[in-house]
């Protein structure tokens, strides 16, 4: 009773330590080290070791210790901290995205990075964190619904204002993450209508790449006509005029997909729809890496060649396979067992992230949980995809995993504030 | 639901992913092979070729480095193609050309631009290497002969071609196997073993290192070295002999089988086949229809025997009982074997010859009764021929001697199927056959059996199986070539090798008489037809002469035979008794002979019957 406020604090972090997830803890960092040796494969040779910061495994050993760093500060933060500042550190963000354009530094065609010596920093990372934020501060709010325009309009703007600097640098495919967002949305009472649409959309798009468009049409008329004179027996005043405007709508879709992928795309873009698709097989220009990826990953059989014994991996055979390739070592050395294996921790990360952020009663962390765990899997889906020769090319890491210390420190960073607000949900 | 989509998702995306990774890892094998021709490169380590002497340890074939420009297009920069050019030799266009050719093939991976350039412009070209870039020396191993003679003993190396692939998977393409002679008899003690070598590549097919430490490497084992029996400088002076004349000398050591001197005239330098123009060199070779310096007339050329060949008829004559030592024969510059049938010879009128006067003075009228006795003492002449043909084959006649080269003939030696199947049954007799009793008619022996029985005579019934190889590596092989006893008895032969002394000493080979030694031969002049524009010509009698010295113990037998070299004592009896000189001996005193023979040339005789003149033979 002496100093009953500092007692109630430092019993409610032994109570947060002890209500802190563990397993995801321990899950973190078995795939932070599993990524480690990894890329201490992929560019092994003679002095390699992770204590030289100039090659891969060094720099990325280095931000793994950072990452602890700043992952203690963020446990030991106040949960209430990070929804108080989302929108600072969201401007900040902003900030330091549009500060590129005038003082980032150009690597392989795209701005999005400061350099400092050796050391690079990618803002577009951490402007995962700040979006997430920002969205689970925004929607958090009492007054706002996404079932209402007003709402959906302003959330979408603070989505895609960073998307759309990140487009700018360009980086596509970074900026392709921001549409994990839609999940939240979704989550939060979006019009389901919304997801018709998006696999519609996608639907289309794929049907109008592998089909000549006239089928593509033909489809869409005979479908939706169907559809009237079905609902036109349910229910007699059923109005022609809806089905019309979709069919327009649809048709006008797909032509305008099939113009931007064959007037605007460039071949290189095109190219990596086709392979995918199976229209084209070309397995030493464009279609070369993700060839390679696969025999790297096919020859892995179901134990795998070994740690440091990959032959595809030694020879280099697979471009960029200490970043976005990493799931090629990973299936060569480790084989099915081990690939398998990764493929489920995600999976299982994924879901505990989900399911722990339901059982919050705190708005804000609940949807922060979300905008985690669908940022997570659309960077795994995507990387893995792509490394198994299912997802057309988009270069994007490979949480945890993948060569980047500022991919690494950022979703470092969103995990720990996850895993903060989980530990502090009684705290309220 | 809503709680549920992304989770939901997220299992199936995670299912998709493990059946997609099952499908490439485990179900489909391509991927493993894809790989492993990928990233590895299996690479054979082979051990140099081995080493070939002659019977005293002179180094006949060795290997010699040779240097193949090469290049990989894509690091070429551009160069000063003149002073290249000088310097190796090579004309721009073909320069170009190869340049051309090699990024055809390929941009990443090295192709010859210039192949074996000489040890001079190599060691020049080192020098100069580093103003072309891309361009690199690899060394390779070529066959070194150091003589100029022997070819047709030692044989060539080739690479492999599709054939040799299907009929042995040791060979891969590109690599060498030896083709004929010694070289491809003795292919797998020569050739050694090659090693395996596993490097890892990366992808632009750089060696990188060792695959997995060595681990799967297979050392080469190490080639032998061969000794032939072959003395080289018998057989150089053999082939210095006949140049400008066509035929085959074979020398064996009787006590051995051992195969001293193999000449087939004409022949080649061996060097012709290595080398950048082997090829040119080869086509040239086998395009000599008329010479045939690829013939190897010493194994492979059917001569009638003509008649040494009564030295054998003799010895069966004695062996059957059917006539002595002592036993006679009238001559009249000839006789009548059968009714209006006459077979002349060359004895003066009157002549009362025994066996031993037979065979100095070579009597046709001689053998052709001694043979009608032999073919006489069974009650048919099937049994008669057939006794007289098993007697042939114990010396090696009418089949392979079985000697260690590939190539050969069998011979012929006839008997009664034979004949049954020409005549009618019972349609002929031994006045039908008697050409073979003086070495004509059907008979027909290849040198090395000429040479072969000679040795046979020398040692008094047996001869051992010719052969060429000594030792391997040292160790010696005597139990591969078996002795061979012939059927006849030992006693028979003194009586023929004293009529062969005294052809020598006063019959028809004087010429081949050498001081201090006792020559033992018989000639032989033998008549022999061709088909010249489908017509059936007679040519020129061939020279035949065999030979083995000194008559008691001895050291070497030998067949000489000179195509169209009208009788024995011409060209075929002095050409041997030089050798026999110079191997006996180790030199030639009679260097007036020797300058006959060196500078006598037959040439104009294998002209005429070409030359689409009417033309004499024998004249």
Redesign the interface.
Known sequence: MKNPIRGNRLQSMNKSLYRLDWITIILYLALVSFGLMNIYSTNFNENSSIFNFKIPVGKQFLFFMVSLFVGVLILITKAKFFERFASIFYLLTILSLVGLFLFGKNISGATSWYSFGSIGLQPSEFAKVATALAVAKYLSEIQVNVKKLKSLLQVGLIIALPMILIILQPDPGTALVFGAFF?VL??E?LNSIF?LLLFGLIFFFILTLVTPIPFVFASIITLLIALYFFSKKLNKKASLLPYLALIVVSCSYVYSVDYIFNNIFEQRHRDRFNIILGKEVDTQGIGYNIN?S?????????EGKGFL?G??T????VPEQHTDYIFSTI??EW??YG??AV??V??FL??RI??RA?NLKNNFARIYG?GL??IL?LH??IN??MS?G?VPTIGIPLPFISYGGSSLLGFSCLLFIFLNLDANRLNE | MRKLLLAGLTLIIGILFISRLFQLQVVNTTYQRLSDNNAILEISDYPERGFIYDRNGKLLVANQAAYDIMIIPENVIPFDTLSFCELTGVSKERLIKSLKKARRYSKRLPSVIVNQISKETYATLQEQMWKYEGFFIQKKSLRDYRIGFGANVLGYVSEVNNNDLKYDDYYQQGELIGRQGIEKSYENELRGEKGKRFLQKDRFNRIIGEYKNKTFDVEPKVAKDINLTLDALLQEYGEYLMQNKRGGIVAIEPSTGEILALVSAPSYNPNLLVGRNRSKNYRKLAQDTLAKPLFDRGLQALYPPGSPFKTLNALIALQEGVITPETQFKCNKGHFYARGAFMECHCRRGSRNDLLKGIYQSCNTYFANTYKKIINKYDTPDKGVNQWNSHLKSFGLGNYLGYDLSVGKRGFIPNAAYYNSWYKEGGWKAPTIISNAIGQGEVLTTPIQLANFTAAIANRGYYYTPHFLRSVSGDSIKQKFLRKNTSIDPEHFEVVIDGMHKVVEKGTARIARIKGIEVCGKTGTAENFTKIDGVRTQLTDHSIFIAFAPKEDPKIAIAVFIENGYWGGRWAAPIASLMLEQYINKEVKRSWLEKRMVEGSLATEYEKPYSGKPFTINE
């Open positions: 999940f979704f989550r009472g997801l390679q696969k025999i790297a990953i096919g020859s892995g059989g179901w014994q032959t595809q030694k020879g280099r055979f299936g060569e084989g099915f690939s398998a493929i489920l995600f999976c994924i879901i989900l399911y339901e979300h765990a669908a899997f795994f889906f893995i995809g198994l299912l």
